[in-house]
């Protein structure tokens, strides 16, 4: 990367933190993030699974709903059921076109005094904001984009909790899927109890400047710094979607498998395009390997000898050992079980569609 590459990037409060441990810093949309450390990404991805790991998740975005009529504006954009969100609660939902095809997934917290905040896809967020804003017409609502609000720490594994409370004081952590303001190591955060590994822990909101000294903290109680990359094959090995891979303006959410976070009755944007295509053709879903090969985006997917799609997302899983991947197949050979392959640089490997998750703590 060149020094002039380097100058029109934009760096986390968190910059120096990663080049001094020796992380490798990579553009991320639009931003200069650590993709990996010394240890390597199969390492950093085993300390998530076994102990803690902690990124630097800054780079996302965040968009803060108010007003009287917040409530209703989220629920004519966003496709989850706003109002079954509580004071303290977090939801997933998606932003669609008017078609049905997905903007981005979105994690959605509401606050105190009636107030909402929304965390956007990095590469995402400018346009999320000015879709969110260009469809507050008509509601007393202030839509204001907040990412400049916010640095954000993600403390994820099966000791990141113990971790959590060791610097909580009087505090407790929030439950899954719910929010809590809490003072951790002395600063003040949203602690929220989402992440995107599969395993236990919080994502933690603070102000920018408060986010080297959260970050010194948590390290020194044994959360391993972790990379992007390891971020990747975790939420992969979990069959989490990734935005610009597994979701797409060329997708709907039922397609991808997100109809659970889809109340059509709600009738929010995109909602009666939905309605009126029916069951979907093709259908995303997980596969591993059942030889030898990794897959990687793009790879032909075939069903007896015939190219039917492409793999979305791709990796060696390091928990299981074998390539691993999701992709969008027709709906008739979307069941676990059935046997595919792989076209990976003109070699056919063999695969199978697996139930999610891919990976099971009992593994």
């Known amino acids: 990367m060149t020094a002039a590459a380097t100058d029109t990037l934009r760096r986390t409060p968190l910059h120096d933190r990663h080049a001094a441990a020796g992380a490798r810093l990579v553009p991320f949309a639009g931003w200069e993030m650590p993709v990996q450390y010394p240890p390597g990404i199969k390492a950093e991805h085993l300390e998530v699974r076994r102990n803690a790991g902690l990124f630097d998740v800054s780079h996302m975005g965040q968009v803060e709903t108010s007003g009287p009529d917040a409530e209703p504006f989220l629920q004519h954009v966003l496709s989850n059921d706003v109002t079954k969100l509580r004071e303290g609660g977090a939801q997933y939902s998606v932003l669609c076109r008017e078609d049905g095809g997905v903007l981005d997934d979105l994690f959605t917290y509401r606050l105190e005094d009636g107030r909402f905040l929304t965390v956007t896809n990095a590469a995402n967020h400018e346009r999320d904001h000015l879709w969110m804003a260009g469809h507050a017409e008509g509601y007393d609502v202030t839509v204001r984009d907040a990412a400049d609000d916010y640095a954000m720490l993600a403390l994820q594994g099966p000791c990141a909790p113990e971790i959590l409370a060791a ?100 009738d929010f944007v995109g909602a009666e395009a939905l309605r009126a295509a029916g069951e ?36 060696l899983s390091p928990c299981l050992g074998i390539g691993i991947g ?38």
């Open 167 to 266: 610097h909580l004081g009087d505090g407790e952590a929030p439950a899954r899927m719910r929010t809590a303001r809490a003072r951790v190591a002395g600063v003040e955060c949203l602690v929220c109890g989402t992440g995107y590994t599969g395993e236990g822990g919080a994502e933690l909101l603070c102000a920018h400047e408060d986010a080297p000294a959260l970050w010194d903290a948590l390290t020194a109680s044994g959360a391993a710094p972790t990379g992007l990359a390891a971020r990747d094959t975790l939420r992969l090995e979990v069959c989490f979607h990734l935005y610009g891979n597994d979701l797409s303006e060329d997708r709907t959410p039922i397609e991808a498998g997100l109809g659970w976070a889809v109340k059509l009755d709600t």
């Open 280 to 315: 979907p053709a093709d259908r995303l879903v997980p596969f591993a390997f059942t030889g030898p090969g990794i897959p990687r985006q793009g790879n032909p997917i075939l069903v007896e000898g015939k190219p039917v799609g492409l793999v979305t997302s791709g990796t």
């Open 326 to 363: 999701m992709g969008y197949v027709p709906a008739a050979a979307a069941s676990p079980g059935t046997p595919v392959e792989i076209d990976v640089r003109g070699r056919r490997r063999t695969a199978e569609v697996r139930e999610k998750p891919l990976y099971r703590k009992e593994q």
